[in-house]
């Protein structure tokens, strides 16, 4: 993902994470977190489950 964002030049990635906590995460591992940390394009994290509310600009 990292690599093809790179060489598309895209502005920004979208991941959502799957909610798993403790010893499932340490297990499993986490694709946000390794994209925070390994890449130079912004990434945005939705969280497990969060519901979309409207946006305005008030």
Excluded: C, F, W
Excluded at 12 to 36: C, D, F, P, Q, R
């Amino acid at each position: 993902m990292i690599e093809q964002a790179t060489k598309l030049d895209i502005s920004y990635l979208v991941i959502g994470t799957h909610g798993k906590t403790g010893l499932s995460h340490l297990v499993m591992g986490s694709n946000a977190e390794y994209l925070i940390r390994h890449t130079t394009v912004p990434v945005i994290v939705v969280p497990y489950k969060k519901k979309l509310t409207k946006i305005s600009k008030e």
